[in-house]
């Protein structure tokens, strides 16, 4: 089970902090991203961290303004979000691959907005 927290409503500018904690012994196998769903919009990945946190891919759009971190000995992956724009608005996703499974969290909303 992968479990957010985090989100929230925030100025353009502003910064958020997204956590995932996932349940299970296992965590450490698994490449864990975070993906979005804007309104009208489909879900699409914004970043990813490898299981050893060695490797990282960003998203064009968040390249410079995101970093995903992970720490294995809690079960934890966290999105910091900086200079966030009003295109940033989206539902927010935990999701966690092994190649041969895959979970999702329930999401939690992010809203940039003056």
């Known amino acids: 089970e992968l479990v957010e927290s985090g989100g929230g409503l925030v100025q353009p500018g502003g910064s958020l902090r997204l956590s995932c904690v996932a349940s299970?012994?296992?965590?450490?196998?698994?490449?864990m991203g975070w993906f979005r769903q804007g309104p009208g919009k489909e879900r699409e990945l914004v970043a990813r961290?490898?299981?050893?946190?060695?490797?990282?891919f960003y998203d064009d759009s968040v390249k410079g303004r995101f970093t995903i971190s992970r720490d294995n000995d809690k079960s934890t992956v966290a999105l910091q979000m900086n200079n966030l724009k009003p295109e940033d608005t989206a539902v927010y996703y935990c999701?966690?691959?092994?190649?041969?499974?895959?979970?999702w969290g329930q999401g939690t909303q992010v809203t940039v907005s003056s």
């Open positions: 961290i490898g299981s050893s946190g060695e490797t990282t």
């Open positions: 999701n966690a691959n092994s190649g041969l499974y895959e979970f």
């Open positions: 299970g012994r296992i965590f450490a196998i698994y490449a």
